[in-house]
C-alpha cells in the first residue's frame, strides 16, 4: 500500500472510542490499520466514527482506506509490529485477550495496552516470559490525535528493548513518549488529573468557589499556562532566581496546604536540588529571561485563539457559554 512505513502495520484489539483513536493516529502517520473487536456491530459504528473524526481533522479518504475492520483476530495482528489493546478497563478480560494476542501476533511484535490504571505486571501474570518481555502499557492522552502524550510503563518482566521500540514506533505515528520509570497506579497523567480534582472537589465542598468558578480559574489561568509549559517550567520563570527561589518562598506555603489536605509531602532539599539540577540542564540560567519573554510571547499569540474558543463565535452555538 503506498504511503505506508516500511517499519509494518499495526492491529488494533477493541473497536471503542479510544480504538476509533489511534486508528487516527496510526493511518494518519501512513501506517496500515487493521481493526478486530470481538463484538460482531462493532465495525459498522467503528467506521462511522472513524469517518466522522477525520472529516473533523480535515483528513483525506487515503486515510481511512489505510484502515479495515476484520473478523479474524489471526488476520488483524498477521505481520503487525505493534498491538495496540484497547479493551474495557477489566483486568479478567484483558489477561484473556493478552492470551488470544500471544498467540495470534508475531513473536517480535510489541503487545500494548492502552489501561489507563491496571499495571502492566498484572495483565501479563498469565503470560510466558517471551510473551511478557513484549507486553508494556501506553496510556495516551484522550483524544490522542489531538494530545500527543503517551506514557510508556514497563512491567515487571518486560524487556528494556520493547519500551525503546515502542518510544519509536508512537514517535514515527506522531506522538510523544513519556517513560514511567516505575508502576504506580495512575501512572504521571492520571495522578496528576487527580491532585487537580481532589483539590477542585475539596473547594467546592467547602464553599471556596462554584464549580464555573474552579473551571475559570483553570481554564482562564492554569490551564492557558499549561498548554506550553508544565508546572515545572511554570514556576521556574514565574520568580527571578527560578525554581530554587520558588521553593525556598512558596515551599512553606504549599507544605501547609498539603497539610490542611492531610497531606505531608515536603519539598526537602535533597528533592528540591534534584529539580533544580534538572531544570536547569533544561533551561541554563543564562537563557532562563529569554525564556520569560518567549513565554509571554506565546501566551500573548494564543490568547485571541483561547478567546474565541472560551466565548463561542456570535454565529454559533459552539463554546462553554
Not at 516500511?6 to 477493541?14: F, L, N, S
Not at 487527580?194 to 462554584?210: I, K, P
Amino acid at each position: 500500500m503506498t504511503g505506508v512505513p516500511a517499519h509494518g502495520a499495526i492491529g488494533i484489539v477493541g473497536a471503542g472510542s479510544i480504538g476509533v483513536a489511534f486508528a487516527v493516529v496510526f493511518a494518519r502517520a501512513g501506517f496500515a490499520v487493521r481493526v478486530w473487536d470481538a463484538l460482531p456491530d462493532a465495525a459498522p459504528r467503528a467506521r462511522d466514527e472513524l469517518a466522522h473524526r477525520l472529516d473533523i481533522l480535515g483528513l483525506s479518504a487515503d486515510v481511512a482506506d489505510r484502515v479495515s475492520f476484520e473478523d479474524d483476530l489471526a488476520v488483524a495482528l498477521r505481520d503487525v509490529v505493534l498491538v495496540q489493546e484497547c479493551a474495557p478497563e477489566r483486568i479478567a478480560l484483558k489477561r484473556e485477550l493478552f492470551a488470544r494476542i500471544a498467540a495470534a501476533a508475531p513473536p517480535t511484535a510489541v503487545l500494548a495496552s492502552s489501561s489507563s490504571a491496571l499495571l502492566p505486571t498484572a495483565i501479563a501474570e498469565e503470560l510466558d516470559d517471551a510473551h511478557a518481555a513484549r507486553l508494556i502499557v501506553a496510556h495516551p492522552g484522550n483524544p490522542p490525535y489531538l494530545l500527543p502524550v503517551i506514557e510508556l510503563v514497563a512491567g515487571a518482566r518486560t524487556a528494556p528493548s520493547t519500551v525503546g521500540e515502542a518510544a519509536a514506533l508512537y514517535g514515527a505515528a506522531g506522538l510523544r513518549p513519556v517513560r514511567v520509570n516505575r508502576e504506580i497506579d495512575g501512572f504521571v497523567f492520571n495522578r496528576l488529573q487527580g491532585a487537580v480534582l481532589r483539590e477542585a472537589y475539596c473547594l467546592v465542598r467547602d464553599g471556596v468557589a462554584s464549580v464555573e468558578d474552579v473551571d475559570e480559574v483553570v481554564r482562564s489561568g492554569l490551564g492557558r499556562r499549561w498548554s506550553i509549559i508544565g508546572p515545572f517550567e511554570t514556576v521556574d520563570l514565574n520568580t527571578r532566581g527560578g525554581i530554587a527561589s520558588h521553593a525556598e518562598k512558596m515551599g512553606p506555603a504549599y507544605a501547609a496546604m498539603g497539610a490542611e489536605r492531610g497531606q505531608h509531602d515536603p519539598w526537602t532539599p535533597d528533592l528540591v536540588a534534584a529539580v533544580v539540577a534538572q531544570r536547569r540542564d533544561i533551561l541554563p540560567e543564562e537563557d532562563w529571561a529569554a525564556r520569560v519573554r518567549w513565554r509571554d510571547a506565546q501566551l500573548a499569540r494564543l490568547a485571541p485563539i483561547w478567546d474565541a474558543i472560551c466565548e463561542g463565535s456570535p454565529d454559533t452555538e459552539e463554546g462553554h457559554r
